[in-house]
């Protein structure tokens, strides 16, 4: 969607990271024991509660409960319980809005309702785009499988 990413290993230093965080709030989610605490203790030098993986349950065991705000870098970092599964309902046209990448080249297109999927290139500019390799692949195909859960749960 045009948002930066960061893999980060186990044992991975991440002060290479701290000038992202600088003056900014910073929200940590996803689901329970991807290593988001683990993570926020990491980055600075916290010791917050966190757990192994269940062996039983092969997940997290949502060790965090409440939301925290913790102060780091004249910003904030905030903390958040995990989740076992995340369901975002939303309509196609929302979902070609909110690729971040696609929004310069999607005012281009022919027709506002464009989803970027059955169009031809002289009628689609995010088309245009990735033709000329101006969006990457991976993006788009990210877009097409997203659409077509869309579409599917109709």
Do not use: W
Not at 53 to 66: D, Q, Y
Not at 100 to 120: D, G, I, P, T, V
């Amino acid at each position: 969607m045009g948002y930066d990413v960061f893999l980060l290993g186990k044992e991975e230093n991440l002060d290479h990271l701290h000038h992202l965080f600088t003056n900014k709030f910073t929200l940590f989610m996803g689901q329970s024991g991807v290593g988001k605490t683990t993570a926020i203790n990491k980055l600075g030098s916290f010791n917050y509660n966190t757990q192994t993986i269940s062996k039983a349950l092969g997940r997290g065991k949502h060790t965090t409960r409440v939301t925290q705000i913790i102060d780091f870098l004249d910003g904030f970092l905030i903390d958040t319980p995990g989740f076992s599964s995340l369901e975002v309902p939303m309509e196609e046209i929302e979902l070609a809005k909110s690729f971040k990448n696609f929004r310069e080249f999607a005012q281009f297109c022919k027709y506002r309702s464009c989803l970027h999927f059955n169009e031809n290139e002289n009628d689609c500019a995010i088309k245009l785009a990735l033709q000329n390799q101006e969006i990457e692949e991976f993006r788009y195909e990210n877009y097409l499988k997203l659409l077509k859960e869309i579409k599917e749960k109709r």
